[in-house]
């Protein structure tokens, strides 16, 4: 698979890139497109990458994807690989994000 080196510093050995761990809890009526998801609200200027695992209610899941375009985290319904749709209740559904930027 190809990688865009392109993107952030690729070697980061200075330290100049801030994380951040949160749990993510979904929205009370999802928008088709996604979440958005401002640096401000991680304390950053810029979000070079967003890594997500799941998000569960305890029984089903969701999967994440941050759309680095739109700045959206969008989430998809996993065994049929569609977003999930508009006005969807997530409100029940966390997981963890690990947001890398500066």
Not at 1 to 23: E, K, L
Not at 76 to 99: H, I, K, Q, R, Y
């Given at each position: 698979m190809p990688f865009t080196r392109a993107v952030g510093n690729y070697f980061d050995?200075?330290?100049s890139f801030i994380r951040r761990v949160a749990q993510w809890t979904g929205p009370a009526a999802y928008?088709?497109?996604g979440e958005d998801v401002l640096p401000a609200i991680f304390g950053m200027g810029s979000i070079a990458a967003i890594l997500i695992t799941s998000i569960t209610d305890g029984t089903t899941i969701r999967i994440g994807a941050w759309n680095r375009g739109t700045n959206r985290l969008q989430w998809f319904v996993p065994n049929t690989n569609v977003e999930?749709?508009?006005?969807?209740?997530?409100?029940?559904?966390t997981g963890c994000v690990e947001v890398i930027g500066n």
């Amino acid at each position: 698979m190809p990688f865009t080196r392109a993107v952030g510093n690729y070697f980061d050995h200075s330290g100049s890139f801030i994380r951040r761990v949160a749990q993510w809890t979904g929205p009370a009526a999802y928008v088709t497109g996604g979440e958005d998801v401002l640096p401000a609200i991680f304390g950053m200027g810029s979000i070079a990458a967003i890594l997500i695992t799941s998000i569960t209610d305890g029984t089903t899941i969701r999967i994440g994807a941050w759309n680095r375009g739109t700045n959206r985290l969008q989430w998809f319904v996993p065994n049929t690989n569609v977003e999930v749709a508009n006005g969807v209740n997530l409100s029940t559904f966390t997981g963890c994000v690990e947001v890398i930027g500066n």
